[in-house]
């Protein structure tokens, strides 16, 4: 039985919108697994310079995310396990300095090779600074200079304090070494008030240019390089600070800190109008789909209105999209094709006239 025309139109119409809309209807927050397809284990995440997300895995693959879509960069890693990127690599992510349990792959030009497991890199001013399991390596006029021989380096990392750009290294065990970029040869020890013997694993500055310290023992912070440190309470004053990124205040929300520890990815607001950056409730745990994230997070960057972050594999976290929204979308391409078959034709009008 046809309808009249404008109830057929109607109903069309209606099936247009919700088949439209469907992917765009808000959701809420969620965490996805977004990995290569059989990558296997990610062992290192990195947001290069262009925007781009690089993975690098457990057997020497490494993965680049760009327009929706993950494609393996064509380098030669030996099948050596990833284990630091460069946050500057851009355009051709296969020449930058990648760092693999064999050795440097792409060392800067004029350099010797470099055949020790690394366990960090950061490139200042053209000067590339390789941290390993035995100290720091750095690079000179066509050969490596080494400092803090015998000290395990976890993590190194940039600070703005003032005119002067500090350096900063994590250690196992030892707490905090710096030095000014200037002088990267020249470490001090940094782990006043730290606790003994500390693990530091991550770090971050804030708005107000402190910088935080991911230890063993929880979050610490310092008011400017080589100062006392304070401890950061969230909560997670007993677990391991894997990692650490720091998303900037809007006009909604303060500055948002992201924290990966062995129990998943946490966040929370920090306030630092007063003398000291104070959380404002104890850290959020993220809500994982069952059985996914069985690894601590080792990485987290931004991405998009959210996080992407590695735990064994690769997630993001932010606005989604509702879930079953394609199920709205087939009811709406249903009742198209409904008020197109209820739609009257023009024989059928011309008689309902007379």
């Excluded at 119409?13 to 996805?32: S, W």
């Excluded at 950061?122 to 390596?137: E, K």
């Excluded at 894997?242 to 520890?261: D, F, K, Q, T, V």
């Excluded at 630092?272 to 069985?294: F, H, K, M, N």
């Amino acid at each position: 039985m046809k309808a009249s025309r404008p109830v057929a139109i109607g109903i069309a119409v209606l099936g247009l919108i919700l088949l439209i809309a469907g992917p765009f209807i808000p959701g809420g927050e969620r965490l996805l697994r977004n990995a290569p397809v059989d990558s296997g284990h990610i062992t290192d995440l990195a947001r290069a310079n262009d925007g781009s997300i690089l993975a690098g895995t457990q057997d020497g693959e490494l993965w680049r995310f760009a327009s929706g879509q993950w494609t393996r960069v064509n380098v030669d890693l030996g099948g050596h396990p990833v284990t630091a990127l460069s946050a500057d690599l851009a355009g051709d992510a296969s020449k930058g300095p990648i760092g693999t349990g064999g050795g440097l792959v792409n060392a800067p030009a004029g350099m010797p090779a470099l055949q020790v497991r690394v366990r960090d890199e950061l490139l200042v001013s053209d000067r590339l600074l390789v941290g390993t399991g035995d100290g720091l390596y750095v690079q000179g006029d066509g050969q490596w200079q080494r400092a803090l021989e015998g000290t395990s380096v976890y993590r190194l990392e940039t600070q703005r304090s003032g005119d002067a750009l500090w350096l900063h290294l994590g250690s196992i065990g030892a707490g905090v070494f710096s030095a000014q970029a200037d002088d990267p040869l020249d470490w001090q020890p940094n782990r006043n008030a730290l606790p003994e013997n500390a693990n530091v694993f991550s770090f971050v500055s804030t708005e107000g240019g402190r910088l935080i310290a991911g230890t063993d023992r929880g979050l610490f912070w310092q008011e400017v390089p080589l100062a006392p440190w304070q401890r950061l309470k969230v909560g997670l004053e007993h677990s391991r600070m894997l990692s650490l990124y720091l998303e900037p205040a809007n006009a909604e929300r303060r500055a948002r800190l992201w924290i990966g520890s062995d129990d998943g990815l946490w966040r929370v607001d920090l306030d630092e109008s007063g003398a000291a950056p104070e959380a404002l409730a104890y850290a959020e745990l993220i809500e994982t789909p069952p059985d996914q994230v069985r690894y601590g997070v080792s990485w987290i960057v931004p991405f998009g209105d959210g996080v992407m972050l590695s735990a064994g594999s690769v997630y993001q976290f932010g606005p989604m999209g509702l879930k079953g929204w394609y199920w709205i979308s087939l009811g709406g391409l249903i009742l198209l094709l409904l008020g197109g078959w209820l739609l009257p034709s023009r024989a059928d009008d011309t008689l309902a006239t007379h």
